[in-house]
């Protein structure tokens, strides 16, 4: 098979599966080329679904794990997103795919290099709704905030404050939190109460920062 037929053979299992259900979800995995955010020599692994290394002691997300996440959010067209953790940029397309165009997706980066290499390819394939900026993300981006949703692609101790903050009123954070047992956490704000949600176990790289885990 073809790099094509993989991505629509994981995908079509991925439903069967029951990971991923909506028609915005996958639409935007079957959109997003996988392999134009793998290193050159893992491209005939693009459509296997598992993390892969991308350098610097960080990897791309299984594709299950990212289409779960993009459930889980109910990501809508139009909602400015937070990432933490951009490392290659392509869960970043995927969201960038599901806010379109009226979207917008802030994506924060500790490592400059994997910064510098997933801006460019998000440019190059014209995710012009997608802002690549090197930072701590364990304390988000004041700046742009407040969000609609905020996701992390690393864990961390706990739910970082500033994150919090960010959040709008009926927004969602989703995070996996813990160092060697981690599960995936789901938080909604709905005022000055935080609901939350155990998703499951998850496995994922540590989130680097001042409120996340010290490097």
């Keep these: 098979m073809d790099l094509e037929e993989q991505k629509k053979a994981v995908i079509e299992k991925l439903i069967r599966e029951g990971y991923i259900k909506s028609k915005r979800v996958i639409d935007a995995l079957l959109k997003v080329p996988r392999e134009e955010f793998v290193p050159e020599h893992l491209k005939k692994y693009a459509y296997v679904d598992s993390p892969l290394d991308i350098g610097y002691g960080q990897t791309i997300s299984a594709i299950h794990m990212v289409g779960m996440m993009s459930e889980l959010l109910d990501l809508k067209p139009g909602m ?3 990432e933490i953790g951009t490392g290659c940029g392509y869960h970043a397309a995927v969201t960038a795919e599901i806010v379109g165009e009226d979207g917008l997706v802030v994506s924060i980066e500790r ?25 701590d993300g364990s304390l988000g981006y004041e700046p742009l905030a407040p969000y609609d949703r905020i996701y992390t692609t690393a864990a961390g101790p706990k739910i970082p404050e500033p ?6 009123d009926g927004g969602k954070l989703l995070m996996p939190v813990g160092r060697y047992l981690q599960k995936l956490v789901l938080a909604e704000k709905r005022g000055d109460e935080v609901i939350i949600k155990d998703c499951g176990a998850v496995a994922f790289v540590p ?6 885990f010290y490097d």
């Design 111 to 135: 490592i400059p290099e994997l910064a510098e290499k997933a801006e460019k390819t998000l440019r190059k394939l014209g995710y012009d709704n997608v802002i690549v900026i090197v930072g």
């Design 163 to 168: 994150l919090i903050k960010q959040l709008k």
């Design 80 to 82: 400015k997103v937070l």
């Design 207 to 212: 989130l680097i920062g001042k409120e996340g």
